[in-house]
């Protein structure tokens, strides 16, 4: 027959259950809003997109170019995994925090990365 898609689902409900599910969605929306806010507060990036869960989508002010500089420098470290897309026709820097392992420490030393490639292209 038909393939049992809910299974991974019913496997992460049996393992975490109702409310260890739900604290892990809220803790990844909080890490989110922690970082949003921290691209809002340096006036060389901006927030281009709502992100109501854990997906940020964020961009330094300039060019494409120097944003996708950005993206491979950061991901050139390997600590951390930036991707991209295209919102307005811009090119747009994406993370999204979707391990229950992640902390604010790694979200804070992730920003800290950002910042200093910045400083280091612009």
Known sequence: GRRFRALKLWF???WYGVDGVR???????????????AVRADERF???APH????????LHGADDLNETLLRTVNATGRCLLTHTKVADRYVLRLAIGTPATTAEHIDKTWALIRETADALT
């Open 46 to 48: 901006e927030v281009v």
């Open 23 to 37: 604290e892990h969605i809220r803790t990844g929306v909080a890490l989110a809003q922690r970082f949003a806010d």
């Open 12 to 14: 992460v409900l049996r």
């Open 52 to 59: 109501p869960f854990s997906l940020v989508c964020f961009r």
